[in-house]
C-alpha cells in the first residue's frame, strides 16, 4: 500500500498562473482533506471532502477550488496563483469520524508549491 | 485567535533523558486530542490520542497527559532516543460539533542530541 500519495512534489509558479495539485490515497478512506502549512502557522484546513462527489469549506478556502470525482482521488486548483499561496500543502484522508469515533488522518508527503 | 497554543517553538534534550512537549487549547468543547510528529521533507504521521474520558495514554515510550480543568495535555517520550528529533504538532476536535475538523498548533522542534 502507497498510502497518500501527492503530485508533484515541486513546483513554481508565476503569478496568476493555474495548477492542480493531485491526491491520491489507496486505503479506501471516506474523508480526504487539504491542508497548507506555512511557517510559524501550523496546519490549516483548506478544503475538505466527506465523500465521493461532495467538498466542503475549511478555514482558508479562497483562492483554491476542489474535486472529488473519484472515492480514491481529491483534487486542489489553483485557478490564478498568487504568492501568498507560496506553502506547503499537505493532503490528508481518513475514515469517516463519528461522534464516538475518531480515525488518525494519514497524510501525503507535501507538496512544495512557490509562486513568485 | 489561536485555539491550540504550542507555546515552546523548540526543546532540545538530551538523549536518554524525557522529553516533555506541551500544549494548551481554549475551548472546552474539544474532547479529542492527537500528537503528530513531522520529519522534513516528509507529511506528519499519527503518534498517539486521548480523548476526553480518560487523562492519561500511553504506548511504548509515549505518553500524553490530559488536564481538562486546566485545558493542558503534554507528550512524554522516555527516554528520548535522537531518532525522535522532528517537529510535534499538538491537534484537537469536537467530536460531536464539526467532527471532519482537526485544530492544529503551530508546532514544536524537539532535538535529541546524542
Known amino acids: 500500500n502507497a498510502g497518500v500519495t501527492q503530485t508533484p512534489k515541486f513546483r513554481v509558479l508565476k503569478t496568476g498562473q493555474s495548477m492542480t495539485l493531485l491526491c491520491a490515497q489507496d486505503?479506501?478512506?471516506?474523508?480526504m482533506y487539504w491542508y497548507r502549512q506555512d511557517p510559524g502557522m501550523g496546519l490549516r484546513l483548506i478544503h475538505y471532502?466527506?465523500?465521493?462527489?461532495?467538498?466542503a469549506k475549511g478555514e482558508v478556502p479562497d483562492g483554491y477550488n476542489v474535486s472529488r470525482l473519484k472515492k480514491q482521488n481529491f483534487l486542489l486548483g489553483l485557478e490564478s496563483a498568487a504568492p501568498s499561496q507560496t506553502s506547503v500543502y499537505f493532503c490528508?484522508?481518513?475514515?469517516?469520524?463519528?461522534?464516538?469515533?475518531?480515525?488518525?488522518?494519514?497524510f501525503g508527503n507535501g507538496t512544495r508549491l512557490t509562486v513568485t | 485567535d489561536q485555539q491550540v497554543k504550542q507555546n515552546s517553538p523548540s526543546l532540545s534534550v538530551q538523549e536518554g533523558r524525557i522529553s516533555i512537549l506541551n500544549c494548551d487549547y481554549t475551548?472546552?468543547?474539544?474532547?479529542?486530542f492527537l500528537w503528530y510528529k513531522k520529519y522534513p521533507a516528509e507529511g506528519p504521521t499519527f503518534l498517539i490520542s486521548?480523548?476526553?474520558?480518560?487523562d492519561k495514554n500511553e504506548d511504548g515510550r509515549f505518553t500524553v497527559f490530559l488536564n481538562k480543568s486546566a485545558k493542558h495535555l503534554s507528550l512524554h517520550i522516555v527516554p528520548s532516543q535522537p531518532g525522535d528529533s522532528a517537529v510535534y504538532f499538538c491537534?484537537?476536535?469536537?467530536?460531536?460539533?464539526?467532527?471532519?475538523?482537526?485544530?492544529f498548533g503551530k508546532g514544536t522542534l524537539l532535538t535529541v542530541n546524542p
Open positions: 475551548n472546552s468543547m474539544f474532547d479529542y
Open positions: 486521548i480523548s476526553s474520558i480518560k
Open positions: 491537534a484537537v476536535k469536537n467530536s460531536g460539533g464539526s467532527n471532519y475538523k482537526l485544530t
Open positions: 471532502s466527506v465523500g465521493e462527489g461532495t467538498t
Open positions: 490528508a484522508s481518513s475514515y469517516r469520524q463519528g461522534s464516538s469515533y475518531n480515525s488518525p488522518l494519514h
Open positions: 486505503m479506501n478512506h471516506e474523508y
